[in-house]
Nanobody, 119 residues
């Protein structure tokens, strides 16, 4: 069965860095666009970063220049490098897989990993 398992979340001080990983199984990883979403308390889930099969990337304006999404198809893994973290980055971060970025919400989802940034 398809599984997406996030890891790498934790508690970090403002200005620090974290790298999230999402390990995928049960799918042909290279055929999917991958994305990272986040949801903070009281806010809607939002797309933070996406990466297509050809490695084209998109970022939310709020994280542009600070976060980098990448993928390693040989390892069936997508990463989110988060630098210069801010308290407003605090959220549960979810990994998702879909045919395209546009329809990713209808695809597969992981359970999420908590990222907490203290000031």
């Amino acid at each position: 069965q398809v599984q997406l398992v996030e890891s790498g979340g934790g508690l970090v001080q403002a200005g620090g860095s974290l790298r999230l990983s999402c390990a995928a199984s049960g799918l042909t990883f290279g055929n999917y666009a991958m994305g990272w979403y986040r949801q903070a308390p009281g806010k809607e889930r939002e797309l933070v970063a996406g990466i297509l099969r050809n490695s084209h990337t998109n970022y939310a304006d709020s994280v542009k220049g600070r976060f980098t999404i990448s993928r390693d198809n040989a390892k069936n893994t997508v990463f989110l490098q988060m630098n210069s973290l801010k308290p407003e980055d605090t959220a549960i971060y979810y990994c998702a897989a879909g045919i395209t970025l546009a329809n990713m919400k209808k695809g597969y989802w992981g359970q999420g990993t908590q990222v907490t940034v203290s000031s």
